[in-house]
């Protein structure tokens, strides 16, 4: 009789991030966080590093300005700044159990930045209408949680087999991909292509994400990308940037060989990724 032996659990992970102005821009409206936190502490994490799992939770998160050169960068980085606070007031000024549900808290922390950015959006003249992208993922417990509002993007490598795209673009021209009335060839060249249907903040009301959850495994990747990545690279690039790079990228990490060759591709718009590597 053969005994089964489990797989082993995910032990550490380790991240890279890059973002670029571009090559025409003289502004960056991306913004991107990582941050890890327990009970006792919340934390900011550096571009590159790796850390133990144990009982932390951590986050990735990018953001894509949308208000053009007024209020452009200020609405992504008024995206992701709450976010710290609200995880450090639901669980440590709140003394909440870490068992709550991500997926709910991930919902309700949309909704709150999204009150956020209209409030200031009208108390501002030089901010009207601002808004951002907002795509972010939440590891812990072997687990990725996702919010999603936008165009940027979440894909997930698995240990062994393709990269899939977690998230919907909320674009106009995808939304007519996705009901058939476009092919995916058009839509790259449609007008409708950058027209947002949901974003954090906007004149519209609150857009309820897309939220989701996936178990992760050893050897899996998650990578977090605006559309200045994602309009210039196909995934098959993507995916093979990151698990066989070329040889003339081999001294670059992950985020910076897809910023690179999103920047030598075309450049013309901000361009921001995060790696995520789950290791044993």
């Avoid at 951590?58 to 300005?65: C, E, K, L, M, R």
């Avoid at 590891?139 to 936008?150: I, M």
């Avoid at 899939?164 to 058939?180: F, I, N, P």
């Avoid at 309820?208 to 990308?225: T, V, Y």
């Amino acid at each position: 009789m053969s005994s089964h032996i489990p797989p082993p659990s995910i032990q550490k992970l380790s991240w890279t991030a890059q973002t670029s102005p571009g090559r025409y821009r003289s502004k960056n409206e991306d913004s991107f966080l990582l941050l890890t936190f327990d009970m006792r502490e919340l934390c900011y994490l550096g571009t590159e590093g790796q850390a133990q799992l144990k009982d932390r939770h951590f986050i990735f998160a990018v953001s894509d300005g949308i208000g053009g050169a007024k209020a452009g960068q200020y609405a992504s980085q008024s995206t992701l700044k709450p976010i710290s606070d609200l995880i450090s007031r639901t669980f440590h000024q709140g003394k909440r159990d870490l068992n709550m549900d991500p997926i709910k808290l991930l919902g309700s922390f949309c909704e709150e930045i999204h009150r956020t950015l209209v409030r200031v959006s009208g108390n501002y003249q030089e901010c009207n209408d601002m808004g951002a992208t907002l795509s972010i993922g939440w590891v812990f417990d072997e687990h990725l949680y996702f919010a999603h509002l936008g165009d940027s993007r979440i894909f997930h490598i698995p240990d062994k087999g393709v990269m899939l795209q977690l998230t919907d673009d909320h674009t106009m021209a995808a939304r007519r991909v996705r009901e058939g009335s476009l092919s995916p060839q058009e839509a790259k060249h449609h007008a409708a292509q950058h027209i947002l249907e949901r974003s954090i903040g906007g004149d519209q009301g609150f857009d309820q994400p897309q939220l989701g959850k996936i178990p992760l495994s050893k050897g899996d990747k998650l990578i977090f990308a605006t559309d200045g990545v994602t309009e210039c690279l196909t995934a098959h690039t993507v995916a093979r940037l990151i698990l066989t790079p070329p040889s003339y990228l081999q001294g670059l990490n992950p985020a910076q060989r897809l910023v690179k060759e999103a920047f030598d591709a075309s450049g013309k718009d901000n361009i921001t990724a995060i790696i995520v590597d789950i290791s044993p």
